[in-house]
């Protein structure tokens, strides 16, 4: 099976930067990707990291490391459309196919 | 333009009815999934597939069933035997191959409601 957490919620304030972590355990690991939701909106997609290290995109960054079995999401200068939920999502190899499991989500509020 | 439809947005139905579920892709996505998320919740794995006529039960399966008849479509039934089916259901599909691995593209979901 697979374990996935993250923190439930952050605060943070606009113009600062926030890291959110995620730790996850499972086999036939297959790719770690971060989404953005917005309450009653669909996903959508932020990031994916596949091999250790840094993947940067914008004001976003993930990373990844897979003998820890840890990734985190880095948002920088934050703006107040940030505030959303940040769900961790890992790819799983199985015999059926590519599983691919989320994480509770973390709820990011950004303040002034 | 290519993409992931869901129909309907809003669906309610009468408790102990089977109600099912659309979703079509056509950005060629050999696998797709069914999601299920409740009010300040994750999303929750109910059945993924990743080629015609095969499908695998996700973590929460019970009180679902599925079909893929075509590599465009994945609809879900929700069956009077799922106890709690009011949610907000997403379909998913990716592209997916060795080092041709994608982000999953999401529908707009449907929220069905069962009075």
């Known amino acids: 099976g697979q374990n996935i957490d993250q923190p439930t919620e952050m605060t943070a304030t606009e113009g600062a930067i926030v890291q959110i972590n995620c730790t996850y355990q499972?086999?036939?690991?297959?790719?770690l990707f971060w989404y953005q939701q917005h309450a009653g909106e669909a996903p959508t997609f932020l990031s994916y990291?596949?091999?250790?290290g840094l993947e940067e995109k914008g004001r976003f960054s993930s990373f990844l490391s897979r003998s820890k079995g840890y990734s985190y999401l880095l948002l920088k200068e934050l703006q107040m459309k940030d505030s959303a939920s940040y769900l961790c999502?890992?790819?799983?190899?199985?015999?059926?196919?590519?599983?691919?499991?989320f994480g509770t989500g973390t709820q990011l509020k950004v303040e002034l | 333009d290519g993409g992931i439809t869901q129909s309907p947005k809003y669906l309610f139905r009468k408790e102990g009815q089977n109600v099912t579920l659309s979703c079509e892709q056509n950005?060629?996505?050999?696998?797709m999934y069914w999601y299920r998320q409740d009010p300040g919740q994750g999303l929750r794995l109910i059945y993924y597939?990743?080629?015609?006529?095969?499908?695998q039960k996700g973590d929460i399966a019970e009180g679902y069933s599925v079909s893929r008849e075509k590599k465009e479509s994945f609809p879900l039934t929700v069956t009077s035997a799922q106890k709690n089916p009011t949610a907000f259901y997403l379909c998913?599909?990716?592209?997916?191959?060795?080092?041709?691995?994608?982000?999953?593209?999401f529908g707009q979901g449907t929220r069905l409601t069962v009075v």
């Open positions: 998913a599909s990716r592209r997916t191959g060795a080092r041709l691995d994608t982000e999953a593209f």
């Open positions: 499972t086999s036939g690991f297959n790719g």
């Open positions: 990291n596949v091999l250790d």
């Open positions: 999502a890992v790819g799983r190899l199985t015999g059926g196919g590519n599983k691919l499991t």
């Open positions: 950005l060629n996505h050999d696998a």
């Open positions: 597939s990743q080629i015609v006529n095969d499908f």
